[in-house]
DNA sequence: TTAAATTATTGTCCAAATTACAATAATTAA
DNA sequence: TTAATTATTGTAATTTGGACAATAATTTAA
């Protein structure tokens, strides 16, 4: 134990926040979701979307609230990604920030500015201004813990939609990594993948309707259980 | 912004922690360091041993003081795992914790029990008894954090000697992993990772030495960095 | 000094996975 | 009915991975 043990309550100084990566894409680009601050520090420099946990707040709940409060989504599964604890990083304060990130479909639904900032907005990872605090930091890092993730966990299913046609699933992998995969040679990948076909096929589409997947989760985890399994892309 | 936004100073009414998870091996087995805890709360379990981190302390400097106050060792580099901050994890208050990891080779240092506790000893994965707080969550989480990141970043090198012999490299996969590899097969594998081959062999062994290479981290970053390379395990 | 024992290192063969690309099937729109 | 479009399946060549054998280098014991 340290030499200057001081009492256990005077630990209780610190805050800590939640960032939300929101990661889309549209136009065949990654965007992540930010905020155009609208107060001091870094008033009008573009951010992370976050915010303090409140006392009694789970983490997963903060992060949940975040995204809600941006853009009116529920049931969204968020990631935890790294925690970032800097003790300058924040010029108000010790502020250790969890992010946490989700993959969502951009057109998908209505970003709401609500009362987080000024604006809101879809920005490609390609063309990334400087951000607030050290959020450029927290983007790229996160960006691959969603690479890492998608890699090794079954997370695609969290936004994919209930039921996907294979060319859904291709594109959201070509999406995040920013590469064009063989059809066929991507359905061979997949194929360790418990699937359930379904007889339904794609509507509205003016062109040979694809055929309906869904993820069969029970599937998966009796493999993942019984250790007979490991997901890998 | 929640209905009940507070003042900012009220968010600085918790505390953070590090746990570090110390993996070593030995006897074909792996173990994690653990403490018997001296003091309330969970007195007398077996805990993974953390720290509160001070108000104007960085986390990785936390865990390698962490580390450093129980075992002497220095420079040994930690690795952020996930950070865990269920709102009553901790009876005396809000404790978010953040875990981080090392793999050591248990034969190269002495545990010092110094003010920690009352005992600290190395207790294999297999034969794990009920933890303080929910240690037990967090060490399996973070042995699953040991072996994706040991698949796909090579912090392998941080662990071995800066000189090593190829199948010391694999022993150490065959211990995390709790596997054996074919040693023929275990050297394709490993072809496109940089490595430079030493003139230098083994000292003092009762048979024919083997060759030592070391880690090619500039060759490696050069990979890196050109986007031609991804470490795969 | 030599042979046996031990481990390092390299090679080979076969099966499985990956890649590039071609062929066929189903559907829409004209 | 046909052209256009996309879905789906197949095939052949290449690369990778796993099982196992062969050879090389060194120590130890006779």
Redesign the interface.
């Known amino acids: ?2 030499m ?1 043990r001081i009492d ?1 309550n ?7 926040s939640v960032d939300c990566i929101l990661f889309g894409y549209s136009d065949g680009e990654i965007k992540a979701l930010l905020i155009k601050r609208a107060m001091q520090p870094f008033e009008n420099l573009w951010a992370i979307p976050g ?9 997963e709940q903060a992060a949940e ?1 975040v995204l809600f ?1 941006l853009t009116g989504l529920n049931n969204i599964a968020m990631h ?1 990604s ?2 970032f ?3 300058n990083r924040h010029p ?3 502020v ?1 920030t ?1 992010s946490y990130f989700a993959l969502l479909r951009i057109e998908d639904f209505e970003v709401k500015a ?3 900032a000024g604006d809101v907005q879809w920005v490609s990872l390609k063309n990334m201004p400087d951000l607030a605090f050290d959020h450029n930091h927290i983007l790229s890092s996160t960006y691959e813990m969603l690479k ?1 993730k998608l890699q ?1 966990e079954p997370i695609c299913f969290d936004v994919l939609p209930e039921r996907f046609t294979l060319n859904e699933f291709q594109q959201l992998y070509e999406f995040a990594f920013e590469q064009a995969f063989d059809k066929a040679n991507f359905r061979k990948k997949i194929k360790h993948i418990p699937l359930i076909a379904h007889d339904e096929k794609q509507q509205n589409v003016k062109h040979r309707p694809a055929k309906l997947f869904s993820f069969d989760k029970i599937a998966y985890f009796e493999g993942i259980e019984q250790n007979r399994y490991t997901f890998k892309m």
């Open positions: 134990m340290s200057y256990f005077d630990f209780f100084t610190s805050a800590f915010d303090l946990i409140y006392p009694d707040e789970d983490l609230r409060e935890q790294q925690t604890g800097k003790p108000q304060g010790r250790i969890i609500s009362s987080w890492l090794n």
